[in-house]
């Protein structure tokens, strides 16, 4: 795989194409290069409608404009097992974006192939992670095409590509200004803002960065309770109604966000070596983990929760370094697919001022047993057991002790 944009005159070009400032940005360079490119829009969930997109794409003059609609690819093939790995960069980002790029870089792939493309693009910064997700997935599935990144090379920022897309007359978001320069990415799991004010950590984000989460202030002052019930570490119903994993989390997310549930904001370590200030919005990812880790605690045995708690946050890195399709992947993909066997049954969650709180759960293959726990009668724990074990469990501490005085 190459990385360049040279000599592009007559070349058919894949686009990674959002409708958004960049890449409406991108597409009006090609065409200034003399290259055919081709537009790609991948709706996750994003919101934006399709048939706009395309307009824009073909309006600006794209060759072409692939209009696909993988909410479904999206949800049970990245989502899913994301879920099963309680996957949270930093321990609190459900990595929404992370788990958009390899599906959107494997659509690109598949469109190159379609048209007799040599390269594909996209309008990721040189400063940001999507740059190496984008790049590293396509070298992993597709080494033979060339990878284009003009933001990249250019190095323009936003205030500059702005003035551009003024210049040329571009469509972009009329939310994007000089005077907010939010840069804005969503899915159907989440929803990530950031640029402009927020660069400062210290600035308390406004109410004009949220759109799908509610102030936690002014939320409802009455709780709303939720049952998500699980099969083999997924959920499946919602309240008591078995639904599709994609209708489920998009309606946990509108329950969850009209709490203000989901609210994120985070210094992040990102990849290239630098921290960034980020903000999020996943009422669903950040309700649906805590479930799921719930019935996991149910279910799992210790050892396997303490080990699996390793794996989920190297799956989680690997996810967010753009490392989807490797073996290491595959691999832990695997060991987390055989501790969901048993994770089954149901959490019932609070959602209030912003928190989702587990309040009880259920599971069909428990390992929690009452009778062990209970301290009133009947309990089945025999207790004269322990002396003995205590005895044997400080055995190496005792014998320490006595060869070497104690502590000092």
């Known amino acids: ?63 072409g404009a692939f209009v696909r609609d993988a909410k479904d690819e999206f949800v049970n093939d990245y989502i899913a097992p994301a879920i099963k790995a309680n996957a949270l960069y930093g321990g609190e980002y459900p990595l929404f ?74 469509p972009f978001s009329s939310d994007i200004t000089k005077e907010s320069p939010y840069s804005i990415d969503a899915n159907l799991y989440g929803r990530s803002i950031e640029a402009g004010p927020l660069e400062d950590p210290n600035y308390e984000p406004q109410s004009d960065v949220y759109r ?22 997924l959920p499946v119903s919602l309240d008591g109604e078995n639904l599709p994993l ?27 070596g630098i921290k960034s200030r980020e903000i999020y919005e996943a009422p669903a990812g950040v309700t649906v983990v805590k479930a799921h880790k719930a019935i996991e605690s149910m279910t799992l045995t210790k ?48 959602l209030h001022k912003g928190s989702a709180t587990v309040v009880g759960r259920t599971a069909t293959k428990a390992l929690y047993s009452k009778d062990l726990a209970t301290y009133e009668a009947g309990s089945t724990f025999d207790e004269a057991a322990a002396a003995g074990f205590i005895t044997l ?4 501490a005792r014998q320490w002790s006595s060869v070497n005085g104690g502590i000092e």
């Open 97 to 170: 974006t992370a788990l958009g790029r390899p599906l959107i870089a494997k659509k690109m792939v598949e469109a190159a192939r379609e048209v007799g493309a040599t390269h594909i693009a996209h309008g990721s910064t040189g400063k940001g992670n999507d740059q190496v997700r984008f790049d590293v997935t396509t070298a992993s599935i597709a080494p033979d095409l060339t990878v284009v990144a003009p933001v990249r090379d250019w190095g323009m920022n936003r205030p500059e590509e702005i003035a551009y897309a003024e210049k040329h007359g571009l």
């Open 212 to 233: 799908i989460t509610a102030d936690p202030e002014t939320s409802p002052d009455e709780p709303t309770y939720v049952e998500i019930g699980f099969e083999r570490g």
């Open 1 to 63: 795989m190459n990385n360049s944009t040279a000599d592009l005159s007559g070349k058919k070009v894949v686009l990674a194409y959002s409708g958004g400032l960049d890449t409406s940005v991108c597409l009006k360079w090609f065409l200034e290069q003399g290259a055919e490119p081709y537009a790609l829009y991948l709706d996750l969930g994003q919101g934006e409608p399709a048939d706009d997109v395309e307009a824009k794409a073909l309006g600006i003059g794209a060759a």
């Open 246 to 272: 994609l209708d489920l989390l998009v309606k946990l997310g509108e329950k969850a966000g009209d709490h203000g549930v989901g609210r994120i904001d985070m210094i992040e370590d990102r990849l290239v």
């Open 303 to 350: 050892d396997v929760i303490r080990f699996k708690a390793t794996v989920e946050q190297r799956y989680a890195e690997l996810t967010y370094d753009g490392l989807w399709f490797t073996p290491l992947k595959s691999a832990l993909d695997a060991f987390i697919e055989d501790t969901q066997k048993t994770v089954s049954g149901t959490v019932r969650i609070k």
């Open 393 to 396: 469990w400080g055995l190496p």
